[in-house]
């Protein structure tokens, strides 16, 4: 059984910071690439940040010179550093983890919300 546990979404005004993390812990015996999507509502889930287990990543057009995404591989966690944020970034935040195998495993979600 694999388990993700995220954290660090919230409330903030538009220009303010958040930080995300997802602890992924349980039966994964190698992970390979991890990341961030979201889903605001109405509309599709996309991704935001992914991270290799290498340390190569990828962003979304919409967040890229705002948003920051890390990982510390000792610990299964990845950050997501979100600066200056929007409010159409506001959705619910999801982290997504792939094992070698390879085989997906997904958070509960955590909210982020930005309004004045």
């Known amino acids: 059984h694999v388990q993700l546990v995220e954290s660090g979404g919230g409330l903030v005004q538009p220009g303010g910071s958040l930080r995300l993390s997802c602890v992924a812990s349980?039966?994964?015996?190698?992970?390979?690439?991890m990341g961030w999507y979201r889903q605001a509502p109405g509309k599709q889930r996309e991704l935001v940040a992914s991270?290799?287990?290498?340390?190569?990543?990828n962003y979304a057009d919409s967040v890229k010179g705002r948003f920051t995404i890390s990982r510390d591989n000792a610990k299964n966690t990845v950050y997501l550093q979100m600066n200056s944020l929007k409010p159409e970034d506001t959705a619910v935040y999801y982290c997504?983890?792939?094992?070698?195998?390879?085989?997906?495993?997904w958070g509960q979600g955590t909210q982020v919300t930005v309004s004045p």
């Open positions: 349980g039966s994964i015996f190698s992970i390979s690439s």
């Open positions: 991270i290799t287990s290498g340390g190569s990543t």
């Open positions: 997504k983890v792939r094992s070698t195998v390879p085989i997906d495993y």
